[in-house]
């Protein structure tokens, strides 16, 4: 089953094709909430925008690969997006160059429906003149995309990754109403985490891993760059090229993935404390820069 949800997201995919010089990044599992002490993206925030400032300004692509709300935790999107106003706006930015795409995950599958985007994405009432302002006009979410690029044979497929997690993906209204109303409530009481989500659980992390990992082994080792996991993976090589953004919360620290030069590297964006006690956002590469050509010959 899993094998074949994860094939029919391949063909069904959007086809972007990119130049040799274009410069791509790719964030996911941001889960924007609500600015409370349960939303988890809220201590990442400045770094996040400071992160997508200057992606915007290097003239980068921005790919979102799913879980960009949390769409599970706040069943109103207006407290999210007065929370995080001015990072959807920068967002805008990048959709008004046509430099941004999205994909949808199990956390905001709702964006499945072009209706429900537009109603919650589409526009915005301003706070100051009470004005409907326009937001993210005719944006589309993705269940994957390829990217293919100049001079290469084979192409990129990008997904969130539920599509290998039969719970979150087949039942995941059924794994929302869990969370809304017996996880998180157990996880804010008694700190008991969701053992269905492969982030909070190793053993379903593992899983769903392998089970990427066998798709791309039977189809002609096709590379993949996902999300879902929370778990940065940068392979070798030699390796299966199974690529992981990681996520926008990890503590104090956010995760992604680059394409520059034909070149990608995963990186971490953080703050680190100076001899002199003030504090600066800095980028550290964790792994590569590795030639694409290694993974998509």
């Known amino acids: ?18 130049k040799k010089d274009s410069k791509l990044i790719f964030f996911s599992d941001c889960h924007r909430g609500d600015n409370s002490y349960a939303d988890d993206f809220s201590q990442n925030k400045l770094v996040y925008s400071y992160a997508l400032h200057h992606y915007y300004e290097e003239n980068f692509t921005y790919f979102e690969l799913g879980d960009g709300d949390e769409l599970w935790e706040n069943r109103d999107f207006k407290t999210i997006f007065d929370a995080h106003k001015k990072i ?7 959709h008004d160059k046509n430099r941004l795409y999205m994909l949808y995950g199990n956390h905001d599958m709702s964006y ?10 589409g526009s915005y ?8 302002m326009v937001l993210f006009k005719d944006l589309t979410f993705h269940e994957s995309i390829t990217i293919s690029i100049d001079g290469f044979k084979k192409n990129i497929l990008l997904i969130h990754g539920h599509q ?11 794994s929302r109403f869990l969370v809304r109303y017996f996880w998180q409530p157990l996880q804010k009481r008694f700190g008991i985490k969701d053992p269905t989500s492969p982030a909070k659980n190793y053993k379903e992390l593992i899983k769903v891993e392998r089970r990427i990992k066998k798709w791309i082994l039977n189809n002609n080792n096709q590379m993949v760059i996902a999300g879902h996991t929370h778990r940065p993976r940068f392979p070798e090589p030699t390796e299966p090229p199974y690529f992981n953004d990681g996520s926008c919360v990890h503590p104090k620290a956010i995760t992604g993935i680059e394409i520059e030069n034909l070149e990608i590297s995963l990186v971490k964006w953080h703050t680190v404390t100076k001899e002199d006690g003030s504090t600066e956002i800095i980028k550290t590469v964790l792994e590569g820069p590795e030639k694409l050509e290694s993974y998509l010959s």
């Open 112 to 121: 499945r429906s072009p209706t429900i985007v537009k109603r919650l994405l």
């Open 164 to 174: 290998a997690d039969f719970f979150n993906y087949v039942l995941w209204k059924f």
């Open 125 to 132: 009432i301003d706070s100051v003149t009470n004005i409907e």
């Open 88 to 94: 959807y706006i920068l967002l805008k930015k990048f």
């Open 1 to 18: 089953m899993v094998q074949y949800i994860i094939t029919n997201a391949y063909k069904k995919a959007l086809n972007v094709k990119i």
